[in-house]
C-alpha cells in the first residue's frame, strides 16, 4: 500500500524537475556509456560495462521511486490552514527560555526539511510539541538533549 506524502507546490515542482532531469538528462548519459563500453570487446571481463549497467540500474530505481512518490503526492492548500495556531507550513519565533535565543523555523513537510534554511520537519520532536499552540504560550519539549523551554513569539505564514 502506497502512503500519502504532503508536499507545498514549490517540494513538488522540485520533484518533478528532477525526475525530468533523470529521463531527459541522466538516462540517455547511461545508455550512452553502456554502448562505449559495449564496443570494447568481451562483456564477461569489462569492468566499465558492468558498471555501467549498476549505475542503470540505480538510476532506474530512482526514477520508479519518484514516480510513485509522485502518483501517491498532494500538495497542501495553505488557505485551509489555522494561521491562529501553529502547523504545517507555520513560520514560529520562538524564545529558548534558559538562554534566551531567538529562532525562527518553518515546519514543512519531512521531505522538505532543511535546517541551514530554518525548515524543520512537522515530524520532529520541536515541530511535534508546537503543533496546536498558540502565540504567547510557553512550551516544554522533549528532544534528544533533555527537556527545552520555549516561548512562542510569533506565528506567521
Do not use: C, H, W
Not at 513538488?12 to 554502448?35: F, H, N, W
Not at 532506474?60 to 495553505?78: G, P, Q, S, W, Y
Not at 535546517?115 to 520532529?124: E, F, L, P, Q, T
Not at 508546537?130 to 504560550?137: I, P
Amino acid at each position: 500500500m502506497n502512503q500519502v506524502k504532503y508536499f507545498t507546490k514549490d517540494g513538488l515542482d522540485k520533484l518533478k524537475d528532477e525526475l525530468e532531469r533523470l529521463k531527459s538528462v541522466e538516462r540517455p548519459a547511461v545508455s550512452q556509456m553502456i554502448a562505449e563500453a559495449r564496443e570494447k570487446g568481451d562483456l564477461s571481463e569489462n569492468a566499465e560495462y558492468d558498471a555501467a549497467k549498476n549505475e542503470q540500474g540505480m538510476l532506474e530505481l530512482r526514477i520508479a521511486k519518484l514516480e510513485e512518490t509522485l502518483i501517491n503526492a498532494r500538495v497542501i492548500d495553505e488557505s485551509q490552514l489555522d494561521s491562529s495556531r501553529v502547523s504545517i507550513l507555520s513560520r514560529v519565533k520562538l524564545k529558548n527560555m534558559k538562554n534566551n535565543a531567538v529562532m525562527q523555523y518553518t515546519l514543512v513537510p519531512e521531505n522538505e526539511a532543511d535546517i541551514r534554511n530554518g525548515k524543520i520537519s512537522v515530524n520532529s520532536p520541536i515541530a511535534q510539541g508546537l503543533l496546536g499552540k498558540e502565540s504567547g504560550e510557553t512550551v516544554e519539549i522533549q528532544v534528544p538533549a533533555g527537556l527545552m523551554t520555549f516561548k512562542i513569539m510569533d506565528i506567521s505564514r
